[in-house]
């Protein structure tokens, strides 16, 4: 008998393509844009559907768990998970996976952000197009090397970022949950001390759901006039009104930053500054990292309802905040 599949987050086309070709039945509904929404698009399917392609902020809400009484799996198209309810899952026996292939991609596009800032690459570009290099030169940027690096949160995303770091000659710090007695890099009780001995903080920390900011106006005062602060995480991790009146204000020096509190919603008033660099969360959006997810999405479909057993389930961890996914490089290509 045909295996339904509910998809409730854009997936890239050869994913549906080849579970359709494996003889899955997909039912589409991406379109909606809540819990409620994706259960009553599926609601005539809902005896039938055993499998969910979901996405890193669309998750797994417990409404929507509750609405499907025979889903058995949900693949997740990304790493996030503070919209998951892993207990509600739990509960019902649910298996989550995400798709843990994207850390490298995620810690070069912190690197880029952060070397943009600092060496004003997005500005100097609309200099050079908008003709103003003929009337003279552009002003200096900062360096970025031999600089002292802050990461909040130490993951995967963090720990790939670090080590691109090293090539940098600057010093590396960090704050996690959890102690790591491996890494040469200088551990801090708290972001406030990091940030206050940092001249350019990374924010790689997963999100945990219902918890506040973990960077507020006053890590990012600690970090001064001369420091860079550079978002890939979420945006509600960090106190965004601050953030943007203290770079209106020149309290901080200069951003880069792939998220925000609202996405697609950017507050206005960064619009109009030089001194931040804004991406639409596309830190894993390279065309091998997307396949690489859509792979994982795939196989984790496939063995799951071929031996009972997924590739990428996420498993609790001892240190909050996040989940961990097993598996380092775990998606055969597909
Ligand atoms: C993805 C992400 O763009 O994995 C995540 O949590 O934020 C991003 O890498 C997003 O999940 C796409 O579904």
Redesign the pocket.
């Known amino acids: 008998m045909a295996i339904h599949l509910g998809v409730i987050?854009?997936q890239r086309p050869f994913v549906i393509e080849e579970l359709e070709r494996r003889g899955f039945v997909i039912h589409r509904a991406e379109e909606g844009r809540n819990w409620q929404e994706w259960a009553q698009i599926l609601a005539p399917w809902k005896e039938e559907i055993r499998g969910l392609l979901s996405?890193?902020?669309?998750g797994l809400p417990r409404g929507l768990i509750e609405a499907l009484p025979r889903l058995e799996i949900c693949a997740?198209?990304?790493?996030?998970l503070e919209t998951t309810d892993l207990d509600a899952a739990k509960e019902r026996g649910i298996v989550v996976t995400?798709?843990p292939v994207?850390f490298d991609d995620?810690a070069d596009h912190a690197l880029a952000l952060a070397l943009a800032a600092c060496r004003r690459i997005v500005e100097a570009d609309r200099f050079v197009r908008s003709g103003r290099w003929r009337r003279g030169r552009m002003g200096p940027g900062r360096s970025f090397w031999g600089k002292r690096y802050g990461i909040v949160g130490l993951g995967r995303i963090g720990s790939a970022l670090a080590r691109r770091l090293e090539g940098f000659g600057g010093t590396i710090g960090y704050v996690d949950p959890a102690p790591k007695p491996e890494v040469p890099y200088r551990r801090f009780e708290d972001a406030l001390s990091l940030a206050r001995e940092s001249d350019v903080l990374f924010l790689c920390a997963a999100g945990t759901p219902g918890s506040g900011p973990i960077l507020t106006r006053s890590e990012l005062e600690a970090l001064g006039p001369e420091g860079v602060f550079v978002n890939v995480a979420r945006g509600w991790l960090v106190e965004e009104d601050a953030l943007v009146e203290l770079l209106a204000e020149r309290k901080l020096g200069a951003a880069g930053l792939d998220v925000f509190a609202d996405e697609p919603n950017v507050p206005e008033r960064l619009l109009g500054l030089d001194n931040v660099v804004l991406a639409p969360?596309i830190?894993?959006?390279t065309e091998e990292c997307l396949r690489r997810m859509g792979e994982c999405v795939i196989a984790n479909i496939v063995e799951y309802f071929a031996t009972g057993r997924a590739v990428t389930p996420v498993r609790p961890q001892p240190h909050g905040p996040s989940h961990r996914t097993e598996g380092e490089d775990p998606c055969p290509g597909w």
Do not use: D
């Open positions: 987050s854009p996405g890193g902020m669309t997740i198209f990304g790493v996030g995400t798709a994207l995620v969360h830190a894993s959006s």
